[in-house]
């Protein structure tokens, strides 16, 4: 633990109404969480203090799944196993789903 005398800019006044034993002062844990933060930044720990950034104003680009090559991709081999059979809806003549274990 450091020897160097702890300065801040911030007081911290005991409440009154307790004993002035050295166990008297409980600080606002708030108040104690933001000064930690400011320590932490000022010596580099941190690089910025979360509480100061402002919260973001773009808005999330909207995007269309259908629209990207992945989903399409997984489209066109649906359409080929429904076409070919492999696949179909399930019914009442069909209540299971195709197994493929023949090609295996």
């Known amino acids: 633990m450091s ?18 034993g050295g166990d ?20 580099g720990v941190d690089a910025y203090d979360p509480d100061e950034v402002p919260p973001a104003t773009d808005e999330p680009v ?7 090559e992945v989903y399409e991709e997984a489209k066109a081999e ?10 179909y809806p399930l019914t009442e003549r069909h209540p299971f789903p195709p197994s493929h274990y023949d090609r295996s």
């Open 3 to 20: 020897e160097e005398p702890f300065e801040t800019s911030e007081n911290v006044h005991r409440d009154r109404r307790e004993h002035g």
């Open 62 to 68: 909207p995007t269309d799944v259908t629209q990207s």
């Open 24 to 43: 008297a002062i409980h600080p606002d844990q708030d108040e104690l969480d933001r000064r930690t933060e400011e320590e932490r930044v000022e010596a």
């Open 78 to 87: 649906l359409d080929r196993e429904e076409s070919e059979g492999e696949i």
